[in-house]
């Protein structure tokens, strides 16, 4: 998708802190972290949120969050948790329109109503 | 699993506000709604969260999420939008172990941090 960042970040036409990648996912660091760790995990294929993944893509939505359990085993995040968050529409806070699942642990620097 | 709030709900051995069921999920209010619109969304199997998921329950995984989409169209949220959120482990705040996915619009009275 033209102008999508986050496309543009998964064909590495902008550069990223990528700490995991399968055939369907990436997830790097965001950018402006709002917690200690604070990852965006995103399907390669660009829809917009959850609201446009059909019931015929189960695998890819069932993809997302199984990275997410991967990357929390990754980071050693077994003791102290972590929370996942899906921001769906503009009026929830969504600002980028390429579906991203937010990965937060440890301290936060700024309320989770705003991330 | 005995003795667990969540699996006593859905076996109907406790009163709560359903809103959506289906052969695998099923929906309720939360009793004490941190924002205007606050349903919890449960795997009728006993799974304590996600790091409990195996690779081979990715349907199971993808209904959860498909649910909420379900949802949110059935109480309108079109417009106003829905943050999803899961909390993984005690540290995160996760209180009840049988996993349950947070939906939550509109006014917020407690910072999601909380939930």
Request: charged share 25%; aromatic share 6%.
């Amino acid at each position: 998708m033209e102008n999508c960042i986050f496309c543009k970040i998964i064909n590495r036409e902008m550069p990223s802190d990528i700490i995991y990648e399968n055939e369907q996912v990436i997830a790097f660091k965001d950018i402006h972290p709002k917690a200690e760790v604070h990852v965006l995990i995103v399907p390669k294929k660009h829809r917009a949120n959850l609201n446009e993944i059909d019931d015929n893509e189960k695998e890819l939505l069932a993809a997302i969050f199984l990275a997410a359990k991967q990357i929390a085993q990754q980071l050693n995040l077994g003791a102290q948790g972590y929370k996942l968050v899906l921001n769906v529409g503009r009026g929830a806070g969504q600002v980028i329109d390429h579906l991203h699942l937010h990965l937060l642990s440890g301290t936060y620097n700024r309320p989770l109503n705003e991330i």
